[in-house]
């Protein structure tokens, strides 16, 4: 069985937004609702699929902005997972004021997690790494089932994370890529939180920022 892993491009900047569930046991998780979404939810139930968890890769605002609005509007109970150390960013509004505009992510979420736990969605298992650098609290999730691993804003398609911003390490961030991402097998796909998805060993050969 194959693990079901579909993107929804949301929001004034263009936010991956990814549905992943498994098939068999029609459970799903939310990874980085970035906007509230009426068309996100409508597939989730059209498909009739189990929202039971949303996980966050970093806590700035155009990744969190839909993580209350998923927890009210979904019928059941959603867990929601995000590192400890991205906790002060939640808490500082997603870093939206340094952008000019006040923004409320609401209660923080309940679930923190720390590098090596494991998730699940059905049937598939996922590797919490923690990969900071973009910002202290960001993780990739890593499915080896799948060959997957989604990776937020730490690294794009010939392309990596901002570092000039609050929090943010430029050497943190190429360490994470060269020891947590270029270390997976190299048919790994790199599902980031902006633009196409590519594979460890495209960006291992080509990236020019590393």
């Known amino acids: 069985m ?8 949301l929001g004034a900047i263009d936010n991956n937004i990814y549905l992943v569930s498994d098939p068999k046991t029609k459970e799903a998780v939310l990874i980085d609702p970035a906007i509230p979404s009426g068309k996100v939810l ?12 949303i996980w966050i890769t970093h806590a700035h605002f155009d990744h969190i902005g839909g993580v209350r609005w998923f927890v009210d509007k979904n019928e059941n109970p959603i867990q929601v997972f995000m590192h400890q150390q991205a906790l002060p960013l939640w808490e ?21 997690i720390q590098e090596n736990e494991t998730l699940s969605v059905g049937a598939f298992t996922f590797n919490v790494l ?3 650098g973009h910002t202290p ?3 990739t999730y890593y499915c080896e089932q799948a060959k997957a691993a989604f990776c937020g804003d730490l ?23 060269t020891e947590k991402i270029f270390t997976l097998p190299g048919g790994t796909k790199l599902y980031p939180g902006h633009g196409k998805a590519t594979t460890v060993a495209e960006e ?3 990236n020019p920022f590393i």
């Open 2 to 9: 194959t693990l079901t892993i579909e993107t929804f491009i």
């Open 42 to 53: 409508d597939h989730i139930r059209e498909m009739d699929l189990h929202l039971t968890q």
């Open 155 to 177: 690294i794009f398609y010939h392309g990596v994370g901002r570092t000039d911003l609050a929090g943010s390490d430029p050497d943190a961030l190429t360490k994470s890529i």
């Open 130 to 132: 923690h990969t900071p």
């Open 92 to 112: 500082n509004a997603g870093g939206a004021r340094d952008f000019g505009f006040d923004f409320e992510p609401g209660p923080a979420p309940d679930h923190m």
């Open 137 to 139: 609290g960001h993780v």
């Open 204 to 206: 291992t050969q080509n």
